[in-house]
């Protein structure tokens, strides 16, 4: 029974990946790396590591593949087009050396003596939530402190390198009553990535600074 | 028939290649970046096979670990993705080689 959804979840693991790098359109492959993360959740569930599996659906196949989607439809790739293959000559050493790691693969499986004390398969508390939960806050404290700070640099990078490059400077000051413009768009080819802020206190003058005419010269009175 | 623990690891080895000729041939910044994910989840499986077999609960701490790197890794790898795209219109890695010597 072990077997046979081994051997399902196994195929069903390894069609979506091959389709996934077959797929030339970055919407496809995605799709088929859930189908991949879905498969391996079922596989650790048939492992009894159900906590695991739910975290790979949920992290995985949820937020990280939710986030892998919509950046694909805010960019609107494109699909790729094929290319002619470079360096053609090493294809044969490439097929002769993976030959040789297939080979030695194959002579570990099945010459290299199995460990006989492995184990059977049975029953226990590992991979349960509480364990993972008691495990984690207690032998493991360090690394999941240094996880949590991992996370929080990851949330300053994101922002950091998605957000537009911000028109002001974190130091700009803006007083009520006046326009304020950083020095890079004043005169882009002398100040670049300078944002130190220009202040201005009518319209007139930060038309003038800009550069900018009144294409409506309606006189005032 | 039970599953070994050696077909565990021959899917892993599996699925790690795969991710690894994805990463090859791929010419798109965001497929190359799921083959990269592809390849953490080959590693996470043969994590969690062994801890499941050898009955130790350190794989599966380790592979909560490599999850949360994922994820900063997804956040992080996107927001790069977004910047390239917006200086060079383009997703292509060849488009992106001014590092190259």
Known sequence: MLALLFILFAGLAIGCAVSMVVQRNPLYSAISLIGVFIALACLYVTLAAPFIAAVQVIVYAGAIMVLVVFVIMLLNVEDEERRPLRLRSLIPIAVMLAAALFAEAVFIIFFVQANPKTPAHTVSDIGMTSSIGGGLFTTYLLPFEITSILLLMAIVGAITLARTGGLLSPRAVVVPGAQVFAREMLDREKYIDDLTPVTTHSTEEAEKLLGLEHKDQSPKT | ?101
Do not use: H
């Open chain 2, 1 to 101: 028939m039970v599953p070994q623990l050696s077909w565990y690891l021959a899917l892993s080895a599996v699925l790690f290649t795969i991710g690894v000729v994805g990463v090859m041939i791929k010419r798109n910044v965001i497929s190359m970046f799921m083959c990269i994910e592809l390849m953490l989840n080959a590693v996470n499986l043969t994590f969690v096979a062994f801890s499941s077999f050898f009955r130790d609960l350190s794989g599966q701490l380790f592979v909560f670990i490599v999850m949360t790197v994922a994820a900063a890794e997804a956040a992080v790898g996107l927001g790069i993705i977004i910047a390239v795209f917006r200086n060079r219109e383009s997703l292509d890695v060849d488009d992106a080689s001014s590092l190259k010597l």
